[in-house]
């Protein structure tokens, strides 16, 4: 009972204003494809459209996030004797690697449309677009900020 109210707890503190923007452990950050134009942006000063786009990352993840309590629930449920003996022989992050390997591609899952859907369909997607179509008037290597570019799967 204590682990499942522990994960539903979770769920809803990271679901809140902040939940992942206001925590420096799980705050998302620009994407490894976007690391240059980050780099670019805030070389001339133009930081700000990396901020509000970052900003709008970890918004869309908040609204993502209510609901992955059931997700460690069921890792949880699913612990074998073996898992759980291993995990109280292990080191630090033991329970944070088993519970990684187990729920990983499911998270990813209920995650990349969601996230993926409030930047490319709503007023986020401008901050997106601001900072890309900015990074194109300083960089030769321009980004396709149109409808088959940034909200493409391959966007980047």
Same mark, same amino acid.
């Given at each position: 009972?204590?682990?499942?109210?522990?994960?539903? &707890?979770?769920?809803?503190? #990271?679901?809140? +204003?902040? /939940?992942?923007?206001?925590? =420096?452990?799980?705050?998302?950050?620009?994407?490894?494809?976007?690391?240059?134009?980050?780099?670019?942006?805030?070389?001339?000063?133009?930081?700000?459209?990396?901020?509000?786009?970052?900003?709008?990352?970890?918004?869309?993840?908040?609204?993502?996030?209510?609901?992955?309590?059931?997700?460690?629930?069921?890792?949880?449920?699913?612990? &074998?004797?073996?898992?759980? #003996?291993?995990? +109280?022989? /292990?080191?630090?992050?033991? =329970?944070?690697?088993?519970?990684?390997?187990?729920?990983?591609?499911?998270?990813?899952?209920?995650?990349?449309?969601?996230?993926?859907?409030?930047?490319?369909?709503?007023?986020?997607?401008?901050?997106?677009?601001?900072?890309?179509?900015?990074?194109?008037?300083?960089?030769?290597?321009?980004?396709?900020?149109?409808?088959?570019?940034?909200?493409?799967?391959?966007? #980047?």
């Amino acid at each position: 009972m204590l682990l499942r109210v522990g994960t539903d &707890s979770s769920a809803r503190r #990271l679901s809140k +204003l902040n /939940g992942f923007f206001g925590d =420096a452990a799980i705050k998302v950050l620009m994407p490894e494809e976007a690391k240059k134009v980050e780099s670019t942006l805030r070389s001339f000063g133009m930081g700000q459209y990396v901020d509000k786009a970052i900003l709008s990352m970890n918004r869309a993840a908040e609204d993502a996030a209510s609901g992955v309590g059931n997700i460690f629930w069921d890792a949880i449920k699913k612990m &074998s004797i073996t898992d759980g #003996l291993q995990i +109280l022989r /292990g080191g630090d992050f033991a =329970a944070t690697d088993y519970l990684k390997s187990i729920t990983t591609k499911e998270l990813t899952e209920k995650f990349r449309p969601v996230i993926g859907s409030i930047t490319c369909k709503s007023r986020r997607y401008k901050y997106w677009k601001d900072m890309f179509t900015t990074h194109n008037q300083f960089s030769a290597k321009q980004v396709n900020t149109g409808p088959y570019g940034l909200c493409h799967p391959k966007g #980047l």
